[in-house]
């Protein structure tokens, strides 16, 4: 009887030592007679890897020094590392589809910089997507929202070609 309680009393003392253990910390623990681990992460990454919640931010770059305007191959320097954003389903409004070359991507450039100047509050986004150049803009979280912009830019005769597609966008929060 006794060694049954001893039992169970030494099982719950080590379940309680492990509970409070940590991944990563069980990870790089000095165990004799065993190699050493060292990690070397972010403390968002260890918060993650540990279970615990993490908010996970997506900062725009810019392209060529143009201010606003983003590269979603996410090449490029920060803009604004102090906004906090994160991608979800939405909408944007493509203004520009072109083919494979260094004109199409040039034409591509040159299509985000005409919406930046007549729309400065909308998001420019110029990516490659095999085999294409594209501009897309704005993040719009409805159709209708995108719609309407699209709507306006038809009516001011701009982007005449332009059409709304479905993407993930980037909100602030």
Do not use: H
Request: proline letters at 1%.
């Amino acid at each position: 009887m006794v060694r049954i309680y001893l039992l169970i009393s030494f099982s719950i003392f080590t379940s309680g030592v492990w509970a409070q253990q940590t991944f990563t910390e069980r990870l790089t623990e000095d165990v004799d007679g065993q190699g050493t681990v060292s990690v070397f992460q972010s403390e968002e990454i260890t918060r993650m890897v540990n279970g615990e919640t993490v908010n996970i931010s997506f900062d725009e770059p810019k392209i060529n020094g143009n201010q606003g305007l983003s590269d979603e191959s996410g090449t490029g320097t920060n803009v604004n590392a102090s906004v906090r954003k994160m991608k979800i389903v939405g909408y944007r409004i493509q203004v520009y589809a072109g083919g494979n070359s260094r004109a199409s991507r040039d034409q591509a450039k040159e299509m985000a910089i005409k919406v930046k100047e007549r729309y400065a509050d909308l998001s420019v986004y110029t990516s490659f997507q095999s085999p294409r150049w594209l501009c897309r803009v704005g993040d719009f979280r409805t159709i209708e929202e995108a719609d309407s912009m699209l709507r306006k830019m038809r009516e001011a005769n701009d982007f005449e070609e332009a059409s709304i597609v479905k993407s993930y966008i980037q909100i602030s929060y």
